[in-house]
């Protein structure tokens, strides 16, 4: 049993994960050291103990996971190992963690201390760890699938029992879920960039019927916004906004909601948040083409826009020649290549301009101008103001076009 422990020592320093040695369901031993008050909650270790195979794992409430390895060797022994979450713990995470482990309030600094230093990773990399765990223990070879699968079965058979009741108390009850047909309406109007349809149809909305997703009204709330926030990032993609931009708002808007703690400024953000999306597609002003190789230049000319580019640059990177690319670009939307890429440099400078601090110098020498008067005389050009008096009062153009 010393040979033992010294492997979990080892996989500790190497994993940073916690190993809990029980046995017959009696806790033994915990890798690191600890205070009783961190040992996996008893909801936990009895849902493991029901489970018989070589390895398994559950998810926890609070977005975590346990793994359990058996000892081939010595049945009575088991190995709990984790918790183990994607991103570290935060303080609202760590809240609904104490009352589970029913952590008194002068226990809970020590506790906070203890799971702040837990690695964090992704469910495939701890499932993997259990597995080079499981082999080293029982020199028994198993595969990814192995674990999948196995919870897989456990966890449809449970879905199946719980969907059955579900479907048998909304029909006694008349409920119904219109959620669906709600999506489907705004998403459409996010990827057309319709905003004052929008506006109309998202502040007319009453009466929805929607599935529960969580335990308590704020949980519910903000799983509701970040599935809304979600397709509508998956519906301004396919209505013309660059994929980078789409996704680094979807990421900002989902943190800020999971920061927020009132139902009121939930779903504030959320009708910001798609409303926001609504606009971007409308002044995104970037075009969808059909053509395979011109939407693959438009995106490449969006994502560069901070090198110094140029026709010959995009055609190749195309794999075609410069003259060839040039009239069939031309041809397709009607203008310049060279042109499209100006226009993205001059729009992004509007951002920058209207929303950061950056000296128009700064902002000049980023998007690779030849020099800072260069860039003001097509900045005038192009919108009829210099970059000065536009940032004094962006308002004077839309200020809100494109983003990478």
């Not at 029901?50 to 081939?72: A, D, E, L």
Request: hydrophobic residues 35%.
């Amino acid at each position: 049993m010393k040979d033992i422990e010294s492997f979990c020592q080892y996989f500790y320093r190497d994993a940073l994960i916690p190993v809990y040695i029980y046995k017959n369901h009696n806790w033994v031993t915990s890798i690191p050291t600890q205070s009783p008050i961190t040992r996996p909650p008893a909801i936990y270790l009895e849902t493991l103990w029901q489970q018989t195979s070589p390895v398994s794992y559950i998810t926890t409430s609070f977005h975590s996971f346990f793994g359990c390895i058996r000892f081939k060797e010595y049945p009575s022994i088991q190995f709990v190992i984790g918790p183990v979450s994607n991103v570290p713990y935060s303080k609202e995470v760590l809240r609904m963690m104490h009352r589970e482990y029913f952590v008194s309030p002068n226990e809970r600094k020590g506790f906070y201390a203890f799971f702040s230093n837990i690695s964090t990773m992704t469910l495939k990399s701890f499932l993997n760890k259990l597995l080079f765990f499981q082999y080293a223990l029982n020199q028994t070879p198993l595969l990814l699938p192995n674990i999948i699968d196995t919870n897989l079965s456990q966890t449809l058979c449970s879905i199946a029992n719980e969907q059955a009741e579900t479907m048998y108390r909304d029909k006694e009850n008349g409920s119904f879920n219109n959620s669906y047909e709600i999506e489907q309406k705004l998403t459409s109007l996010i990827e057309n960039g319709n905003v004052e349809e929008f506006k109309n149809y998202a502040s007319d909305i009453s009466n929805i019927h929607e599935g529960i997703i969580a335990s308590n009204p704020i949980r519910q709330a903000k799983n509701t916004s970040i599935v809304m926030i979600t397709l509508a990032t998956r519906a301004a993609i396919r209505g013309g906004l660059p994929k980078d931009t789409a996704f680094q708002l979807s990421d900002l808007y989902i943190q800020k909601t999971e920061q927020l703690t009132t139902m009121e400024s939930i779903y504030q953000l959320n009708y910001n948040a798609l409303y926001d999306f609504t606009c971007r597609v409308s002044e995104s002003q970037i075009p969808v083409a059909s053509d395979d190789a011109i939407q693959k230049a438009i995106h490449y000319v969006l994502e560069n826009t901070n090198v110094r580019l140029t026709v010959s640059d995009v055609a190749s990177y195309l794999g075609f020649s410069r003259s060839y690319f040039s009239h069939r670009f031309k041809q397709t939307l009607g203008f310049d290549l060279s042109a499209f890429i100006v226009r993205c440099k001059l729009e992004e400078s509007k951002y920058l301009l209207a929303y950061t601090e950056k000296s128009i110098s700064e902002i000049s020498n980023y998007l690779c101008f030849s020099s800072q008067s260069h860039f003001q005389t097509v900045f005038k050009k192009q919108y009829g103001t210099t970059p000065y008096d536009y940032r004094k009062n962006p308002q004077t153009l839309q200020k809100r076009h494109l983003i990478r």
